[in-house]
């Protein structure tokens, strides 16, 4: 049996240069389409998270013991104040417009708007 002979690089060099080649190719397709999933989850998924609801709508589930995240603006949410809603006051028309909020830094008032709900209060 002979042995082939491994100075000669010719056919070695074409093959590693069209593997390269292909390589890169491929790299470039899969850039393209994770640069193509990215711009679709940006347009399509992310604007359908914030769903906008009209100033006079009430928000469903705050009540009396629920557990709420605070927003605070210029914060990061895992930064925002966790809270216990201690008390709901309603304005005018009845609607439920601001509450009073428990936190480990002391109580404090804050607008609806501005509570996320993270945990019901049990039944």
């Given at each position: 049996m002979e042995l082939p002979?491994?100075?000669t690089r010719r056919l070695v060099g074409?093959?590693?240069t069209s593997t390269t080649m292909t390589l890169r190719r491929r790299w470039y397709y899969q850039r393209k389409i994770l640069?193509?999933?990215w711009q679709r989850w940006r347009k399509e998924y992310l604007v359908n998270l914030n769903n906008r609801q009209k100033w006079n709508t009430q928000?469903?589930?705050l009540n009396i013991g629920n557990i709420v995240l605070l927003c605070e603006d210029g914060q990061t949410r895992s930064n925002w104040p966790m809270?216990?809603?201690l008390e709901l006051y309603p304005s005018s028309d009845g609607m439920k417009r601001s509450a009073l909020?428990?936190?480990a830094a002391g109580t404090l008032v804050r607008s609806i708007r501005k509570l996320q709900l993270i945990e019901p209060a049990a039944v």
């Open positions: 002979d491994m100075t074409n093959k590693s640069r193509h999933l928000k469903l589930g809270g216990r809603i909020v428990k936190t």
